[in-house]
């Protein structure tokens, strides 16, 4: 079946390191999408990609990274510029007509201490 | 400025009562509408969207939601919750235009209680 994989699912890193989550997506979708979910904030659009090798800054991107070297991958570097990066990040990706929707892959926890 | 508000942060509800869950936007632009669902530590789930058409759009789960243009509103309801409705549910708006994003609102934690 096609979807959205995030790994890992949980994610531990000490303060001052970086990391990164990966996204992969099977859909054939040319736009993906990178999320910040914090309690009581709703989704925040971190970095978006429409196509291969070209990417945008989201509503807060300070403190991230991304690629876009593959169709299928769009994985999300979180730096030690971040200043609160414990959250729930989330990956979507759209197929060219936004009358389906985004697909969501099932999200990754990060924490840092 | 574009934006979603949702104007109830949790709505506490009996099991088997109706629930309206609220939503409004502002736009200076064309916008296509979407509810969205999540459960604990997963990914959002597409309930039902709004492109054209009846403002009446049904979805899954016995979902619906109603646009209403002159109030730009999209509030969602169901006649009848479950227990296993207990979600959060977040409310979206895609602008067209150029802007080309998908804005969420903060979200509304519906608990159903039996």
């Known amino acids: 079946d096609g979807g959205i994989t995030q790994s890992p699912k949980y994610l531990f890193r000490k303060e001052g390191q970086n990391v990164t989550l990966s996204c992969e997506q099977n859909?054939?979708?040319?736009?993906m999408y990178w999320y910040r979910q914090d309690p009581g904030q709703g989704l925040r659009l971190i970095y978006y990609?429409?196509?291969?090798?070209?990417?945008q800054k989201g509503d807060i991107a300070e403190g991230y990274s991304v690629s876009r070297e593959k169709k299928e991958s769009f994985p999300l570097t979180v730096t030690s510029a971040q200043k609160n990066p414990t959250a729930f990040y989330l990956c979507?990706?759209?197929?060219?007509?936004?009358?389906?929707?985004?697909?969501f892959g099932s999200g990754t926890r990060l924490t840092v201490v | 400025a574009q934006s979603v508000t949702q104007l109830d942060s949790q709505v506490p509800v009996f099991e088997e009562a109706p629930v309206e869950l609220r939503c409004n936007y502002s736009?200076?632009?064309?916008?296509?509408l979407f509810w969205y669902v999540q459960y604990p530590n997963q990914g959002l789930q597409l309930l039902l969207k709004?492109?054209?058409?009846?403002?009446l759009v049904k979805g899954i789960n016995g979902f619906e939601a109603e646009f209403n243009k002159s109030q730009t509103s999209f509030h969602l309801r169901k006649p009848s919750v479950h227990i296993s409705d207990t979600a959060e549910y977040f409310c979206?708006?895609?602008?067209?235009?150029?802007?080309?994003?998908?804005?969420f609102g903060a979200g509304t934690r519906l608990a159903v209680h039996p």
């Open positions: 979507a990706s759209k197929e060219g007509n936004f009358n389906y929707g985004y697909t």
């Open positions: 859909l054939n979708h040319d736009a």
């Open positions: 990609s429409q196509i291969v090798n070209d990417f």
């Open positions: 736009s200076s632009v064309s916008v296509y």
């Open positions: 709004y492109l054209s058409g009846s403002t």
């Open positions: 979206a708006v895609y602008l067209s235009g150029g802007y080309n994003k998908l804005i």
